[in-house]
């Protein structure tokens, strides 16, 4: 080991008894959360299209909200929504978490955790 510090997909099951994720980056942070689904073999596919889009710049939307709160979106090529962060104050702190989401996703272990 080199000592650095790695990201992780969390699976969990929430209050509802649906399964989520969240990637975490090495720091621990939360840096992007799914959707929620009745199957982890669901949330296993969203963790793969994570994985698999992540990787396209175009499929990341930028947006600031009524709070004036930056967020970002990751989409599907049909356009759906696979992933979202959370509120950012400036737009080039939302572009890092973009990066972050990159760097982290695409081989970060999956671990389950009971939330």
Same mark, same amino acid.
């Given at each position: 080991?080199?000592?650095?510090?790695?990201?992780? #997909? =969390?699976?969990?099951?929430?209050?509802? &008894? +649906?399964? @989520? #994720? @969240?990637?975490?980056?090495? /720091?621990? !942070?939360?840096?992007?959360?799914?959707?929620?689904?009745?199957? !982890?073999?669901?949330? *296993?596919?969203?963790? +793969?299209?994570?994985?698999? /889009?992540?990787?396209?710049?175009? @499929? #990341?939307?930028?947006?600031?909200?009524?709070?004036? $709160? #930056? @967020?970002?979106?990751?989409?599907?090529? /049909? &356009?759906?929504?696979?992933?979202?962060?959370?509120?950012?104050?400036? +737009?080039?702190?939302?572009? $890092?978490?973009? =990066?972050?989401? $990159?760097? /982290?996703?695409?081989?970060?272990?999956?671990? =389950?955790? *009971?939330?």
């Amino acid at each position: 080991m080199d000592g650095k510090m790695t990201g992780k #997909f =969390e699976v969990y099951k929430d209050k509802a &008894g +649906e399964f @989520r #994720f @969240r990637l975490k980056a090495g /720091n621990s !942070k939360v840096i992007l959360t799914g959707e929620g689904y009745k199957t !982890k073999a669901g949330c *296993t596919k969203g963790i +793969e299209s994570i994985r698999k /889009n992540a990787v396209d710049d175009s @499929r #990341f939307d930028v947006e600031q909200d009524k709070k004036g $709160k #930056f @967020r970002f979106k990751l989409k599907a090529a /049909n &356009g759906e929504v696979i992933g979202q962060s959370q509120g950012y104050t400036s +737009e080039s702190s939302c572009r $890092k978490g973009i =990066e972050s989401v $990159k760097k /982290n996703s695409t081989d970060s272990p999956v671990v =389950e955790i *009971t939330a």
